[in-house]
């Protein structure tokens, strides 16, 4: 149903939001670099644009 999409929809942007919060901590704790940061928020951008666009 619409419902159950647009809250699995709202599941998934929070995990987004959530991983993305994360790879800064790894950031500023110096587990990853700061290459590697970038690389991975391109990708997250690109599920969080995927997922907004199918509204």
Do not use: G, P, V
């Amino acid at each position: 149903s619409i419902q159950e999409e647009n809250l699995e929809r709202r599941f998934r942007l929070a995990a987004l939001r959530s991983e993305r919060a994360e790879l800064y901590h790894l950031r500023a704790t110096r587990e990853i670099s700061n290459e590697t940061l970038q690389k991975l928020l391109h990708d997250l951008d690109l599920m969080e644009a995927l997922l907004i666009e199918n509204q």
